[in-house]
């Protein structure tokens, strides 16, 4: 007599809680921009029924909210810092381009008098 197989899971049913083991994590609306840009990568933001846990199943691995919340923050915060750096280097450049032009003797602020008797 042939063993039954179990059926294929599909993408529909839950996957397991990382958080607390319960079968019954499923899929969840994506809210904010966290989410949105994991479900652009190909994550599927999942919720555990049972504990009330929120995740994201990338490549058969989890990913918790909030842990890439706080990934994509400071991320975001080292590249406004790196823009920044940029910004204050583009202007010191363009100040000591500003003095090459004008020669040493234009930025006198008093100019030498000549002496007529």
């Known amino acids: 007599m042939p063993e039954s197989k179990p059926a294929p899971s599909s993408r529909h049913e ?3 809680c990382p958080s607390c083991g319960a079968p019954n994590a499923h899929r969840s609306h994506r809210k904010g921009v966290t989410e949105h840009l994991l479900a ?3 994550a599927r933001i999942r919720r555990c029924h049972a504990c009330n846990a929120r995740f994201a199943r990338l490549f ?3 990913v918790y909210i909030d842990d890439a ?3 994509l ?3 975001a915060i080292l590249l406004l810092m ?3 750096l940029a910004l204050v280097v583009i202007v010191m450049l363009w ?3 500003k003095q090459a032009a004008i020669g040493p003797s234009d930025c006198l602020l008093f100019p030498p008098r000549s ?3």
């Open 14 to 16: 839950g996957s397991p």
């Open 40 to 42: 652009v990568v190909g």
């Open 60 to 62: 058969n691995s989890a």
């Open 69 to 71: 919340h706080r990934a």
């Open 73 to 75: 923050l400071r991320a």
């Open 82 to 84: 790196l823009v920044g």
């Open 95 to 97: 100040f000591m381009k």
């Open 115 to 117: 002496f007529r008797v």
